[in-house]
């Protein structure tokens, strides 16, 4: 059974631009999680998605980011016209449901360096 | 959620058992206590959670006081692969799931 897959592992990106973070879920699992570490820091949650809707957003900066979780495929993040601050190693989570002791499970993060 | 206080660091002595401490004194009665590492630069692991009744799985055992304001993660054969941060967290399940993250427990594990 796959775990969590993250895409891509590392990106580099200048200034500006748009930085597209994907994560599939395990198999089974239709709540995911965004979390985001800056250098030398803790995790930050950022949001929380249920297939085709946002449950939790309350970690996402007001601009530049978004989130989604079609119904089909992986769940995106995305960054527009990033800025050196973005730079920072992004975690996605996922869960089997969203009650009851339900335990997440991480993917192994993408590395977001922004020159 | 209610906050957690853990040591900042311990070492253990490779082979031995690593009894990691958590305080939770304001849990509430619906809330859980989960357990979480993160070796370096990796993605957090989950590892155990319970809500009253101690919990063992293959990683380790999660010993809960019977008033539920602290709990103890024992790793019952640390390896030098056991040397990562270990993070206690208390929450609800519900309609939000974010699990909050403190500062952890950095744990050494010496050859």
């Known amino acids: 059974n796959a775990g969590v897959m993250q895409n891509p592992r590392h990106l580099v990106r200048r200034r500006g631009q748009e930085a597209r973070l994907r994560c599939s879920p395990m198999?089974?699992?239709?709540?995911v999680y965004w979390y985001r570490q800056l250098p030398e820091e803790g995790l930050k949650f950022m949001v929380y998605l249920q297939k085709e809707n946002i449950i939790d957003e309350s970690g996402m900066p007001k601009e530049r980011f978004s989130a989604e979780f079609p119904k089909e495929g992986p769940s995106i993040l995305r960054i527009q016209q990033v800025v050196r601050g973005d730079s920072a190693a992004y975690f996605c989570?996922?869960?089997?449901?969203?009650?009851?002791?339900?335990?997440?499970?991480f993917g192994p993060g993408t590395r977001l360096t922004v020159t | 959620d209610a906050k957690t206080t853990q040591p900042t660091s311990m070492d253990c002595a490779e082979g031995r058992a690593a009894n990691l401490p958590c305080n939770h004194s304001?849990?509430?009665?619906?809330?859980?206590v989960y357990w979480y590492r993160q070796i370096h630069s990796q993605g957090p692991q989950y590892i155990i959670h319970?809500?009253?009744n101690n919990e063992t799985n293959e990683m380790a055992s999660l010993i809960i006081t019977e008033d539920r304001k602290s709990s103890t993660l024992i790793l019952p054969h640390a390896t030098l692969r056991d040397t990562a941060v270990y993070y206690c967290?208390?929450?609800?399940?519900?309609?939000?799931?974010?699990?909050?993250f403190g500062t952890g427990t950095l744990l050494a594990v010496q050859p």
């Open positions: 989570a996922s869960s089997v449901s969203g009650t009851g002791g339900n335990e997440q499970y």
């Open positions: 198999k089974g699992h239709s709540h």
């Open positions: 319970g809500l009253k």
């Open positions: 967290i208390v929450r609800v399940p519900g309609a939000t799931n974010k699990l909050i």
């Open positions: 304001t849990i509430s009665g619906n809330e859980y």
